[in-house]
């Protein structure tokens, strides 16, 4: 028995001794497996059928809340007083996304372009699409402002148009309206005979252009070749840069699509997308750690230099002409209307620009942009993306709707597009990236504890063992006649002498 039970101790040793092998093995593979099967998982195939779901049809919901600044004192604001909102909303609208003319290409890259749908949400938003408020008037005050160089006698015929057409500078419209559109006289009378003057006809909207419309031809990277490279940007409707902006590094298109970034994201690592609607790239910066439902995440948010001036920002020079730091003068995309994008309550902007109105109250909960996204893959979890749009406008002499209404970049409404992964894409989400890891990184570390325990035990019983068999030996050694050896000795002299 003392000799099988030597032998299952080696045995046991034998498999302690493998068991520790393999989980030192696993150390320095297992990582490399992960990887690998992140790289497979994040890849722009039809055949990774969970990432290329997420890719082409967002399968979360997502959602447009819209606030709008409704003005109190319209009158006042015309003799040159502050003007005084109050936030109205939000109206949340639910935006439906689906990709469509995907087409792969031989050198690593796909095309496709993205159409958007919005519905309202009642049951979501505070108040109904047919709420009334009161903001400037674009087509007036916008257009005093671009017309204003032209000689005094053309300015009084351009008002005497505005008041033909019963435009004033203040639009008290259903917020459905302005979002969507409403019949105007002036609109289809610019489009007839000053085609092109505007970007649609007939009707006038600020989320016209929005609705049931795509968002260009992207043409991007699939991860291929260069997994560094999937979801970045190849081309946008077949231009490798844009024309908008005065330098070359900011017309360039940098960064994804701003949907999905690359793996494998560090703290040092940032985000950087190209936007349409913005007319530029833009990149966010990490902020710091967390967890969404024991997901890990890097929160990403806007840094102060996005929209900072040329002053105080060199590189933001090719964005210029500028105003105070927080503004981005879109107005070379946007048909050379005076409209400029900040944060919401221009957060994160020049103070002066709030105490030109009354009514606003900046915080980084409430207005801050931030995508929060799992490193190891890429894929947002949590993104809330708010803007502001405003309109610049002064007293124009010659155009009598301007009044004496004073220098002031008006907040006219922000937009928070927001979406988080929930539900069962979360748990096949949390299964395929989180949990099979974690296994594979706990796995490793279990099968050294057992080899070693199992080692150790195992020689420890051989020793044991061992000891018995020599103590055993030795006491034979000693007194034979204790272990019966002595008696058969005597009984063999014995019979010797009988037989003698």
Request: aromatic share 12%; net charge neutral; charged share 20%.
């Amino acid at each position: 028995m003392a000799v099988n039970k030597s032998k299952v101790c080696v045995g046991f040793i034998v498999l302690g001794v493998l068991s520790t092998f393999f989980g030192i093995i696993l150390v320095f593979v297992g990582p490399v497996i992960i990887n690998d099967q992140v790289v497979k998982n994040t890849m722009i195939d039809p055949k990774n059928e969970l990432s290329y779901t997420m890719w082409k049809d967002l399968p979360v919901p997502f959602f447009m809340s819209v606030y709008f600044f409704n003005i109190l004192n319209p009158k006042e604001v015309l003799k040159g007083e502050k003007p005084m909102v109050e936030e109205r909303g939000p109206y949340v609208y639910r935006k439906y996304c689906q990709k469509e003319n995907i087409t792969f290409h031989p050198n690593g890259t796909v095309s496709y372009r993205e159409y958007r749908r919005y519905s309202f949400e009642p049951s979501m938003s505070v108040g109904n699409e047919s709420d009334v408020v009161t903001i400037p008037n674009m087509l007036v005050l916008g257009a005093a402002v671009m017309l204003e160089d032209l000689p005094s006698g053309v300015l009084f015929l351009i008002s005497s148009t505005f008041k033909f057409f019963k435009e004033g500078p203040f639009l008290t419209k259903t917020v459905g309206e302005l979002m969507w559109g409403y019949d105007s006289d002036l609109v289809e009378f610019l489009s007839t005979y000053l085609p092109g003057m505007l970007p649609s006809s007939g009707k006038f909207g600020l989320f016209l252009d929005f609705n049931n419309s795509n968002t260009g031809l992207f043409t991007i990277h699939t991860g291929k070749d260069d997994i560094k490279k999937v979801h970045k940007v190849d081309s946008w409707n077949g231009l490798k840069e844009v024309s908008y902006w005065r330098t070359p590094q900011c017309n360039m298109i940098n960064g994804t699509a701003g949907q999905m970034w690359p793996p494998f994201l560090t703290k040092e690592s940032t985000l950087p997308f190209y936007s349409p609607d913005a007319c530029r790239s833009l990149e966010l910066v990490y902020q710091r750690s967390g967890k969404m439902k024991g997901i890990p995440l890097y929160r990403f948010v806007a840094p102060k230099t996005m929209f900072a001036n040329g002053t105080d920002y060199t590189p933001n020079e090719g964005f210029c002409p500028c105003r105070q730091s927080g503004l981005l003068n879109v107005s070379s995309c946007r048909n050379n209307a005076p409209v400029f994008i900040s944060q919401p309550h221009f957060f994160n902007a020049d103070p002066v620009l709030q105490d030109y109105v009354l009514g606003l109250h900046p915080t980084e909960k409430d207005h801050g942009l931030f995508i929060d996204i799992h490193p190891l893959t890429g894929v947002p979890l949590n993104v809330s993306v708010r803007l502001q749009l405003n309109l610049y406008m002064k007293r124009v002499p010659g155009i009598t709707e301007t009044g004496k209404i004073s220098e002031v970049v008006m907040p006219m409404l922000w937009f928070e597009e927001s979406g988080y992964i929930d539900g069962p894409v979360l748990t096949t989400f949390h299964n395929n990236l989180v949990v099979l890891p974690a296994v594979m990184q706990y796995m490793q570390y279990i099968f050294i504890a057992l080899g070693l325990v199992t080692i150790i035990v195992a020689s420890l019983v051989l020793y044991k063992a061992k000891r018995s068999r020599k103590s055993v030996f030795s006491t034979v050694m000693e007194n034979p006649g204790a272990t019966g050896y002595g008696n058969v000795k005597d009984s063999q002299e014995k019979t010797l002498g009988v037989s003698e």
